[in-house]
């Protein structure tokens, strides 16, 4: 007699979501490999290489031998330079012992929640989020509560809706600012009332994703929970420079935090991948030393593709955009069109919309969907001008 031994995973990695938008790209490529010609809006990436005087230090740092383990927490030229970075972007003042480098802001995320996170804990997360952040908590046996908020308000959480999904099971607030997928930016103003709600709560830590700090167009100037006394010291700041520096393979993200959590995250950290790739560091020495008016360049090509793709959305009857302040997306509502058929295809939510469009538009998009909106979809303008009319154009097509 055989027995079958069916493999089993455990429950936790069965809770996890797959990255929709890694998804998206996989059905891209299938669709390429059979020889569909395929316009990849779906990825948060920039179409720009690193710049030369950031490869260079890189390669000036394989020819110095950097090539053994580093720190746990990043090299402390590295940590000097955050320290500088955030003195002089933010008006932060941290010490060493409040940094920690990792392998991306992903990670820098990851570490915060399983140390601060016990099972059942609340996170409130401000619809639309950034597409990793429930799984993140859900990997730390957290509750994500998720706060839809509208276009009419321009994807902004509200402090009376904040105030209205704190429980005493709350334990963190994530958002990101500028905001993936949406672009919208809270200003001091807002992020300060924001914070006068949290004074009733000192249980609750805040969680600002600045990501796309420099991926700004000049409406609304970038602001940091941690620069308000009464939040620095439960608040993480979480920075990295994947999207502005166009470095996202190099995988380097930081922290500046209470010490108490950096010396957490460390030990963690110290546990499961030590310290970042030695290489990848010293050249984001150089990438945080120089002064952000050498990546300028990119956000001025990213504001001239935002104009044009807005003027074409709005071209389109149906999509209803907010204009995004910072970040390389919109997140247009695309609701007008649930329930209509088109090519015989019933469009029922935005994941069937999203997918109408990879079938008779040739063009990947991600569904609003996973980033907690199910109203929306997320087209990311980080491609080139001809890339994005010729998108345009067949998606408007399709759609008639
Ligand atoms: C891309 C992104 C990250 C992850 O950055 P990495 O440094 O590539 O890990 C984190 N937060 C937001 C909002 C992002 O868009």
Redesign the pocket.
């Known amino acids: 007699m055989t027995t079958t031994v069916t493999p089993s995973l455990s429950d936790r990695i069965n809770s996890v979501t797959p990255s929709a938008t890694l998804e998206m790209a996989a059905k891209a490529r299938e669709l390429r490999a059979a020889g569909k010609d395929i316009i990849g809006l779906s990825l ?2 920039p179409d720009f290489n690193t710049p030369d005087y950031i490869k260079e230090a890189a390669i000036q740092a394989i020819n110095d031998d950097y090539n053994a383990y580093t720190p746990v927490d990043g090299y402390v030229e590295l940590k000097d330079a955050i320290i500088t970075k955030f003195k002089r972007d933010n008006g932060l003042q941290y010490e060493r012992s409040q940094i920690v480098v ?8 990851y570490n915060v929640a399983q140390v601060i996170l016990n099972k059942g804990d609340e996170v409130i997360l401000p619809c639309p ?5 429930s799984d993140i908590v859900k990997l730390a046996d957290g509750v994500p509560v998720e706060v839809p908020t509208t276009l009419e308000n321009d994807f902004k959480m509200t402090p009376e809706q904040l105030e209205a999904a704190i429980t005493p099971k709350t334990r963190m607030l994530w958002y ?1 600012s500028p ?3 949406s672009g919208s930016i809270y200003s001091e103003e807002e992020l300060r009332a924001l914070a006068d709600v949290l004074q009733k709560h000192p249980q609750i830590i805040v969680v600002s ?1 600045e ?2 700090e420099h991926i700004n167009y000049g409406v609304t100037a970038h602001a940091s929970m941690a620069s308000f006394e009464d939040m620095y010291d439960r608040t993480v700041t ?1 920075n ?4 502005a520096f166009a ?2 393979g190099w ?3 930081y922290i500046g935090a209470p010490t108490y959590i950096a010396k957490a995250t460390t030990k963690l950290q110290g546990q499961v991948t030590s310290g970042a790739n030695c290489i990848a560091q010293r050249a984001v020495i150089t990438a945080l030393n120089e002064s952000p008016d050498r990546i300028q360049f990119m956000v001025d090509k990213f504001k001239e593709r935002r104009k044009l793709i807005l003027e074409l959305l709005n071209n389109i009857d149906g999509f209803k955009c907010n204009e995004p302040e910072g ?1 390389f997306y919109v997140y247009p509502d695309i609701t007008s069109y649930f329930g209509k058929t088109l090519n015989g295809v019933t469009i029922g939510n935005a994941s069937d919309f999203a997918m109408y469009l990879l079938e008779y538009a040739n063009v990947a998009t991600v569904t609003g969907d996973a980033f907690g909106n199910g109203n929306c979809i997320r087209i990311s303008y980080a491609a080139s001008e001809e890339e994005i009319v010729e998108a345009l154009a067949r998606i408007k097509k399709a759609l008639q």
């Not at 990792?102 to 995320?109: E, N, R, V």
């Not at 990295?240 to 999207?243: E, F, P, R, S, Y």
Request: aromatic share 12%; with cysteine.
């Open positions: 948060g990436e990792s392998t991306g802001a992903k990670q820098s995320l989020y950034w597409v990793s952040y990101s905001c993936n997928p994703d990501i796309y979480v990295g420079v994947a999207k470095m996202t995988r380097i993200g970040a």
